[in-house]
């Protein structure tokens, strides 16, 4: 069975730019979820989206915003880019959240924001 | 808000020691989920607890469900060197996905 992929694997971009994340889930998996880690630190919830809608967001701006198609596939948008947005993306995907939240990683993008 | 703190931020131990991790909420958790992260790795499931004062073995790893179900922990028998990362608790708040601070194991052999 495939796990989470994600795409691109690393990516340099300016301030201000804008950048597009993209991850499939595992097979079968309707939830994807968007994390954010910083260079030695924890993970910082993004996004949550479940059956093609956000059910939830973590407490980052609007310039962070993302979609899921109806493939379950997933993109994180990110607009005006600042250095501080330097980090691993980290992108999971779990089962319908009926019961069980366990969460499946893909191996993450890493942004670089000169 | 919800307020997870993960106790120690770091830990060396020599191999072959124990090591510990904390997990502690200021609110009661309906569930509890444990994952590791390897250096340069993504986070993996380790295992979910669910009810309260549960315990749970995997190996040389116990886990532990308070009987508040406010704390958690993760016990190592004996590390090895293939131990090594952080290890993060992920309490279930229903609608948001928190992961605690995490705890970076160095092993030394």
């Known amino acids: 069975e495939a796990g989470v992929t994600q795409s691109p694997t690393h990516l340099i971009k300016t301030r201000g730019q804008q950048v597009t994340l993209r991850c499939s889930p595992i097979?079968?998996?309707?939830?994807v979820y968007w994390y954010q880690q910083a260079l030695g630190l924890g993970l910082q919830f993004l996004l949550w989206y479940d059956e093609g809608e956000e059910r939830n967001r973590g407490n980052f701006p609007p310039r962070f915003s993302g979609r899921q198609f109806p493939n379950y596939s997933s993109e994180l948008n990110v607009n005006a880019l600042e250095l501080e947005d330097s980090a691993l993306y980290l992108c999971a995907s779990s089962l319908r959240p009926d019961g069980s939240y366990e969460q499946y990683f893909g191996p993450g993008t890493r942004l670089t924001v000169t | 808000g919800q307020q997870v703190m993960q106790i120690p931020q770091y830990q060396h131990v020599q191999e072959g020691e124990d090591f510990t991790t904390y997990c502690n909420s200021s609110?009661?958790?309906?569930?509890i989920q444990w994952y590791k992260q390897r250096p340069g790795g993504h986070p993996v499931f380790l295992i979910q607890?669910?009810?309260?004062?549960e315990v749970k073995k995997q190996k040389r790893l116990t886990f532990q469900f308070g009987e508040a179900k406010k704390n958690s922990s993760l016990h190592i028998t004996a590390t090895q060197t293939t131990d090594v990362g952080t290890y993060f608790c992920?309490?279930?708040?229903?609608?948001?996905?928190?992961f605690g601070t995490g705890t970076s194991l160095t092993v030394i052999p």
């Open positions: 992920a309490p279930d708040t229903g609608n948001q996905f928190y």
């Open positions: 607890l669910v009810k309260s004062g």
């Open positions: 097979s079968g998996h309707t939830s």
């Open positions: 609110t009661t958790l309906s569930n």
